[in-house]
């Protein structure tokens, strides 16, 4: 059965953890900083109730996040340092060792002293290392723009149309042979051959369609010939170049002669060694460039192909080199961030207890949190802080002899306190309150487990996230009230002194 019950009716429970004695009510004295009403949790229905204790009852403890104390139960009244904060007590190095491993230890205790012209410059290992990587990075990208401008002039002096042009020059090559058989043999199988017009106008066609073709194998020539460039290439390939004017002026020699009629003659001197020797001469010619200019364009694929391999190689060593110091200084810099906001978490935890616990603020405070509307969060942080210092109360009676009725009294208060904790987390609609879920379900947890008699005293720490989530919702509330305070002395400060210019303007006036 479950039922939601006031700090009242568990008076008997909290006292059935310790030994009942006589009463002192003259040595049992309440912190009055923290000294609130009894607030019942009667009023409104609660999101959680605290069960009944029942002799077959068995709470769940598995979402407990209890200290070792709590698994392992001490004897009644006694409590222990690590029950009192929640964990075992370790020395300052395991802590630091937890916190940061042996690399980022090394990285902030070996420092590097640079003399330079403006001054000295101290490095550790982890900014030596960020700038190492830096000039690495500098350099690949220079290399890298090196080879890319290199990549760039061989890619734009490929000789591509050379080698067209030399594909041309072999076109006309076979035109104009077609041309010199074809009109050669076809004559020679004209049996009717004249000289008159209509011949000579038949010649004189093939020889103007012959003289174009040819023309323009000589001018494609010249035009390979010093595309080459160097006084050496054009000396090299000149006679391939004579070789064609050679073959041409043959060619237009047998034109000649069959337009003379000389038929025969000019068979005859197609079929010639003469003839065929220039005729091999000009192709050989043109079978040397095409070698020269594949040669030249292979060099230059060669070439590019080992930029490129240098390239991905810079690449490939750039990354391997940077991996590991960009995962090193983002892993340094998400420590550091963290660090920090862990740092400012507390600082500004410290600040808020500190006002709680200044009398000359504490009420100041709370007018300014009750304007805010926030006067809910405030009262849950007073009564958390009165429950740690009771706690700290039974700590030290621990240490005490002949108090266990003391003591009995203030671990029974420290429970009505924690109710009233309790109560105060599960809220109503007029006063939400805006506490995880699964926080204020572990507080329940423990009361439960303290009722149940399943631990024998309430942690410190019992409700040390409950107060960090406050104190992170209160930041914004807390620094204007600290604005408000600098504002109201500064306000006070002008008020002195122009109080005090106005005293001495009416002393020098009388």
């Known amino acids: 059965?479950?039922?939601t019950l006031s700090p009242s009716s568990y008076s008997s429970t909290a006292s059935s953890h310790h030994p009942q004695h006589e009463e002192d009510g003259d040595d049992h004295h309440h912190n009055e900083s923290f000294n609130q009403p009894t607030i019942s949790s009667t009023g409104n229905p609660a999101h959680h109730s605290i069960q009944e204790p029942h002799h077959n009852a068995r709470a769940s403890l598995s979402n407990l996040q209890l200290s070792n104390t709590s698994k392992n139960p001490v004897p009644a009244g006694r409590l222990t340092t690590t029950a009192m904060h929640g964990h075992p007590i370790s020395d300052h190095n395991s802590k630091k060792s937890m916190k940061f491993p042996l690399f980022y230890r090394g990285v902030r205790r070996q420092i590097f002293v640079i003399n330079t012209c403006c001054g000295l410059v101290e490095?550790?290992?982890?900014?030596?290392?960020?700038?190492?990587?830096?000039?690495?990075?500098?350099m690949g990208l220079v290399l890298l723009a090196g080879f890319s401008i290199s990549t760039f002039v061989v890619a734009s002096q490929r000789n591509s149309e050379t080698l067209i042009a030399v594909g041309q020059v072999y076109s006309y090559f076979e035109q104009?042979?077609?041309?010199?058989?074809?009109?050669?043999?076809?004559?020679?199988?004209?049996?009717?051959?004249?000289?008159?017009?209509?011949?000579?106008?038949?010649?004189?066609?093939?020889?103007k369609e012959y003289t174009a073709v040819s023309n323009q194998l000589?001018?494609?020539?010249?035009?390979?010939?010093?595309?080459?460039?160097?006084?050496?290439?054009?000396?090299?390939?000149?006679?391939?170049?004579?070789?064609?004017?050679?073959w041409v002026a043959w060619n237009a020699h047998l034109y000649l002669m069959l337009s003379f009629g000389q038929v025969n003659e000019s068979v005859s001197r197609l079929q010639s060694s003469e003839y065929g020797a220039v005729k091999k001469s000009f192709q050989d010619g043109v079978t040397d460039l095409v070698e020269h200019v594949?040669?030249?364009?292979?060099?230059?694929?060669a070439n590019l192909v080992v930029t490129t391999v240098i390239q991905l190689t810079v690449i490939v060593v750039s990354v391997l080199l940077l991996s590991p110091l960009i995962v090193m200084i983002f892993s340094y810099a998400i420590n550091t961030d963290s660090k920090n906001t862990e740092k400012f978490r507390k600082a500004n935890e410290v600040m808020i207890m500190d006002t709680i616990e200044n009398p000359n603020t504490r009420n100041l405070f709370k007018l300014h949190c009750e304007k805010e509307d926030n006067l809910h969060n405030y009262c849950l942080l007073e009564k958390i802080q009165h429950f740690k210092s009771l706690s700290v109360k039974c700590l030290e009676m621990e240490k005490m002899s002949n108090v266990s009725e003391k003591f009995t009294k203030f671990d029974q208060e420290k429970f009505e306190v924690a109710f009233e904790i309790y109560a105060l987390l599960e809220g109503d609609e007029d006063t939400p309150v805006s506490i995880p879920e699964n926080l204020i379900s572990v507080a329940k947890d423990v009361l439960d487990a303290y009722n149940l008699k399943q631990i024998d005293f309430l942690p410190f720490d019992m409700f040390s996230s409950i107060e960090k989530e406050l104190c992170t919702i209160m930041l914004d509330c807390h620094h204007r009230f600290k604005q408000s305070l600098v504002n109201q002395k500064e306000m006070?400060?002008?008020?002195?002194?122009?109080?005090?210019?106005?005293n001495k303007n009416?002393?020098?006036?009388?």
């Open 1 to 3: 059965m479950s039922v």
């Open 123 to 138: 490095l550790n290992c982890l900014k030596l290392s960020c700038l190492i990587g830096m000039i690495l990075t500098v």
């Open 176 to 207: 104009a042979n077609t041309l010199i058989l074809n009109t050669v043999y076809q004559t020679a199988l004209d049996s009717n051959l004249s000289n008159d017009a209509e011949t000579n106008y038949k010649y004189s066609n093939k020889m």
């Open 218 to 246: 000589l001018d494609l020539m010249e035009t390979i010939v010093e595309s080459l460039g160097g006084e050496d290439m054009k000396i090299k390939f000149k006679y391939t170049q004579n070789a064609a004017n050679a």
């Open 294 to 301: 594949r040669g030249i364009e292979k060099g230059k694929d």
């Open 492 to 502: 006070r400060l002008d008020k002195i002194k122009i109080s005090e210019l106005l």
């Open 506 to 510: 009416h002393k020098d006036d009388l």
